[in-house]
Each structure stands twice: as structure tokens, then as C-alpha cells.
């Protein structure tokens, strides 16, 4: 069970490396990543390499195979194949008519083998369900939601003598003064501006490919978002109980609060770029980022600053900018379903008198 779950972890960690590959519908050697893609692979085909999916469907056809190990999280997995090495599948189905030699786990979601299935490992299944055909042949065990381990009865305790009456303590009262509050959301706001100025003069580009990206599918980037950041809390946990796989931890925490970072100063250089518009003035991208950016986290942290609904706001706004993040990584392709090349033309800035 070791081996399974520093696959799973491995293959986990490639979601959020932006350097990993990316192939679609290819038999040839090395590992598969998409995101919000269909893959399949044709029967007599061969992968050799792990295979990743993310918010899309995979079929494996009936005398395909892949040599590695296959995760797929939000979609449907359907092995008519043999796959060489484990398979995990979280918060999707899982439908298996061909062979597995490995493990598989399953998180939140339902398996099924059917009467041509073949296992040659454990099943473990999180929050879900495995359902087996009788005539389905595993060798390993299969593990249903673990049963919950008993807690022993507590013996009994002697009675607590009275224990005279405490005179109440007074209450005290400690304000917050807002002005605190006020002072701190200007501060951020301008110092991501700052920084927004500065990716500008040198990621001018990538930013507009994020920002492109929200503007155009603003719900597949909040969805996006959203999967960021329910998966990176659960890839963390399991990273660090591994030991041996705490660097990457630190890699992957790092990069969402930069995640954040990007998107919202590719928003903010949207938001200059129509604020400019607005008022009809050109101005220089650097200064047109670094307004739209101080404008953005400013208006966002005020409406942070309102009780109970406030924050709901602003974590929208952070969903958009994680997705498109990771819909481009980091600006470096253009999302699914868009042209590349499709950036804002440059406008050329006359000089100044």
C-alpha cells in the first residue's frame, strides 16, 4: 500500500508543475496532462508514461495499453485496456472492463468492474463505492470507507465535589480600531501594484493570456479556481505524510499564493486598460497595470472589510485569478478553447511633451 500511495502523490504533484507535459491523443512515449480535455486511447495504441486528467473523460479501448500510472479527478474513466500501474480517481466514476496490474484508489466517487474485469492489486475506495461483478477477478482486497476505529468506554469518575462560587469576572471590551484595517488594505493594494508594474515590463504578454482567458470563460476559470483550491490542500496533506515528498509541498504552497499573485495583477491590467478606455486616455501598459491593479485589490479589500458577506466576494474574485492562472500556467499557452496568439494589441504611447 506504500508503493500505491507515493504513486498517487507523485502523480498528484504533476498538476501543479507548469513544466509537465501536455500531449493530447498521443501514443507516443512520455506522460499526458489536460485540463478540461477528453482523451482516448485507441485500441492497439501504447502509452508509455503516466497519464493525467483533469476535469475532462478517458477511455482506454479495448487492446490499448498504458505503461504507467493514470489519475483523472471530476470525470469519468473507463478502462476496456490494460494499464500497467495504479489508477486513482477523485470525485469521478470509474468503469473497468480490461486489466489493472497495480492498485487502485478511488475519493469520492463510485468503481465499477464489470464481469471482464481483472485487478492484480488492492481496491480502496474514500468517500464512494465499489461495486463487483461476481465473476470480476481481483487478487488484492477491496476496502470499502474503512470502518471507523472503536472507541473504548471511558471508566467512571468520582463525583467532583462543589466548588465554591467565583465571582464573575468583568467583561472586557477590546475595539479594534478600523482605521488599522483601512490602512492595511491601501498598503497591500499598493504594494501589489508595485509588483504588477513590474511583472509588466517583463511578462506583459503572459499576463494578458491570463487575463484573456478570464474574460473570455469567467465560469471555467472560477471552476478551475475552485479545484485548485479544494485539490492542494489534500495533495499537501498526503505530500507531507510521505516525508520524502516535503520539497514538492513547499514548491506546491508556494506556488498558489503566486498564483493569486498573477491573476490578480493580469485583472488589474484588464481593469486599467478599460479604465483608460473610459476616461479616453492612453496611457503606458506599466502605469495603466499598475492603476487597474491598485484599484482592484483596493475596491476588493474594502468590500472584504464587510461583515459576513464580504468575504464572499472577494474569494470569488480569487477563484478568477487562480483559474486563469492555471488554465494558461502562468500565461505560458493560451487556455483550452481559444486561439492562440489572441492578445490585446500593443498601442503604441506617443511621447510626452
Request: net charge negative.
Amino acid at each position: 500500500m506504500k508503493a500505491k500511495l507515493i504513486s498517487f502523490i507523485l502523480l498528484l504533484a504533476l498538476l501543479f508543475v507548469p513544466t509537465a507535459s501536455a500531449r493530447a491523443q498521443s501514443p507516443e512515449g512520455g506522460d499526458v496532462f489536460l485540463l478540461g480535455q477528453n482523451y482516448t486511447l485507441n485500441s492497439d495504441e501504447t502509452l508509455d508514461g503516466s497519464l493525467a486528467v483533469i476535469g475532462g473523460n478517458a477511455l482506454i479501448e479495448k487492446d490499448a495499453t498504458i505503461n504507467g500510472d493514470v489519475v483523472l479527478v471530476g470525470g469519468n474513466l473507463t478502462i476496456n485496456g490494460n494499464i500497467s500501474g495504479n489508477v486513482a480517481i477523485i470525485g469521478g466514476n470509474l468503469t473497468i472492463s480490461g486489466k489493472v496490474d497495480g492498485d487502485i484508489a478511488v475519493v469520492g466517487g463510485q468503481a465499477a468492474l464489470t464481469e471482464t474485469a481483472v485487478v492484480n492489486g488492492d481496491i480502496s475506495a474514500i468517500g464512494g463505492q465499489v461495486e463487483k461483478d461476481p465473476k470480476a477477478e481481483v487478487s488484492g482486497e477491496i476496502v470499502n470507507n474503512a470502518p471507523l476505529v472503536g472507541i473504548p468506554d471511558v471508566p467512571n469518575i468520582p463525583n467532583v465535589p462543589n466548588v465554591p462560587n467565583v465571582p464573575n469576572v468583568p467583561n472586557v471590551n477590546i475595539n479594534t480600531n478600523p482605521l488599522w484595517a483601512v490602512l492595511g488594505v491601501i498598503w497591500r493594494a499598493l504594494a501589489v501594484a508595485a509588483i504588477g508594474m513590474l511583472l509588466t515590463l517583463f511578462l506583459q504578454p503572459q499576463l494578458e493570456r491570463v487575463a484573456d482567458a478570464i474574460t473570455r470563460q469567467p465560469v471555467m476559470a472560477g471552476s478551475f479556481g475552485l479545484l485548485a483550491i479544494v485539490v492542494t490542500p489534500l495533495a499537501l496533506l498526503i505530500m507531507v505524510v510521505t516525508l520524502i515528498l516535503i520539497p514538492v509541498a513547499l514548491v506546491v504552497a508556494l506556488l498558489v499564493p503566486l498564483a493569486w499573485l498573477f491573476g490578480m495583477v493580469a485583472l488589474g491590467q484588464e481593469v486599467g486598460e478599460r479604465f483608460t478606455k473610459a476616461i479616453n486616455q492612453i496611457w503606458a501598459p506599466v502605469i495603466s497595470t499598475g492603476a487597474g491593479t491598485f484599484l482592484l485589490v483596493l475596491v476588493s479589500g474594502f468590500i472584504g472589510l464587510i461583515p459576513c458577506i464580504g468575504w464572499l466576494i472577494a474569494f470569488i474574485i480569487t477563484l478568477f485569478a487562480i483559474g486563469g492562472v492555471v488554465m494558461t500556467w502562468f500565461g505560458t499557452r493560451s487556455a483550452p478553447g481559444t486561439m492562440s496568439g489572441m492578445l490585446t494589441p500593443q498601442v503604441e504611447v506617443p511621447p510626452a511633451s
